[in-house]
């Protein structure tokens, strides 16, 4: 069993349901899952798997909910932490889930390690955006046996 923190930036809230439908998978699979709508570093688990589950909204910017918690990461040494990215955009915007791709370049930069490449959900492919994230994520779990 493993722990798993789902940090979630949405604005229009289909990145919660995204969130809500990977808790239930990893619910399912016997690990452990807490979904953060208002993410503090202070408030998540550092020894668990962190999954960033994020839209992108504006001109390629992070919804506002989880800007505070990207400030945060910031000069952060993340060399302990494992996480997980899903960003759901348009891509008929040309900073198509640059949102999603900021905060994977911080967590990176802070010396974070990304489990898997990070899925990009195009909205205007899959109108029902949580089953593109359940079928990855089953994926994953399959493949890594967490
Ligand atoms: C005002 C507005 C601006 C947006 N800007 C972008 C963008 O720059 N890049 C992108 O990939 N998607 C963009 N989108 C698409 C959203 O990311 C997409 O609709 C997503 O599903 C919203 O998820 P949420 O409900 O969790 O916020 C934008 C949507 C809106 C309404």
Redesign the pocket.
């Known amino acids: 069993m493993a722990k798993f923190e789902i940090i979630v930036?949405?604005?229009?809230?289909?990145?919660?349901y995204?969130a809500d439908a990977l808790q239930e998978v990893l619910l399912k699979n016997t690990h452990s899952a807490e979904i953060h709508l208002t993410p503090k570093l202070a408030d998540l688990d550092h020894n668990t798997n962190w999954i960033i589950c994020?839209?992108?909204?504006?001109?390629?910017?992070l919804?506002d909910n989880i800007q505070p918690f990207a400030e945060q990461l910031k000069n952060q040494n993340l060399s302990k932490h494992t996480f997980l990215v899903i960003g759901?955009?348009?891509?008929s915007?040309d900073?198509?889930?640059?949102?999603s791709i900021q905060l994977e370049n911080i967590m990176l930069s802070g010396g974070a390690t990304l489990l898997h490449p990070a899925l990009h959900i195009d909205?205007l492919n899959h109108p029902i955006?949580e089953d593109a994230a359940v079928a990855w994520l089953n994926n994953w779990l399959k493949n890594n046996e967490q």
């Not at 994020?54 to 910017?61: F, K, L, P, Y």
């Not at 759901?88 to 891509?91: A, E, I, K, T, V």
């Not at 900073?95 to 949102?99: E, I, L, P």
């Open positions: 930036g949405s604005v229009l809230g289909a990145s919660e995204v994020t839209s992108t909204h504006g001109a390629g910017d919804p759901l955009g348009d891509s915007y900073t198509y889930c640059h949102g909205v955006p």
